[in-house]
């Protein structure tokens, strides 16, 4: 199969969408993302927000693509986590909230903060979590020494840090 526009049609409450290289599909209360390159594997989430990353090959073949999904738990809050076409669920659906950060993006690989409860943490599109939400605050600020480089200002109690765009901390 090969998906080249976008596409809706709604046939008795199932509703399919289709992007360049995937079908996100809704059937009752569920949706799937359904990728052309491998329609074998689908999983259903009860919701999947979006698109946190695109990765491309040096010849504009999309490589891998990263979503924020996430399901109802038992106590009928909603978790959070990324899934991708390639690796499948690469964190676990535990995060009350994902959202992307200022910070920009390195080697398409942009860093998103986390939220469990009301501590905040940061992790990669990739996976990789840089900090399980331990931070009880978290601000986005700009230093104009450095052409205003965007940084993000961590509280923890009474201590103060600062995340750099380079993704060094102090």
Known sequence: IQIKSYHSSNKESDITTSYNNYLIHKKGNKSAIIFAEN????????????????????????????????????FNNIKFGLYSNVRNLISELIYDEIKQTILPSHNQNSTFQTKIGSKFGFIQADGTVHSLPKYDEVKEIYSSKNNYEKMLQTKMGNQYGLIFSNGNSN
Request: glycine fraction near 2%; proline fraction near 0%; hydrophobic fraction near 40%.
């Open 39 to 74: 329609m074998d594997n689908i999983v259903y989430f009860d919701t999947i927000t979006s698109i946190v990353r695109s990765v491309y090959e040096a010849n504009y073949k999309l490589k891998e693509t990263v979503f924020v999904v996430g399901n109802i738990d038992k």
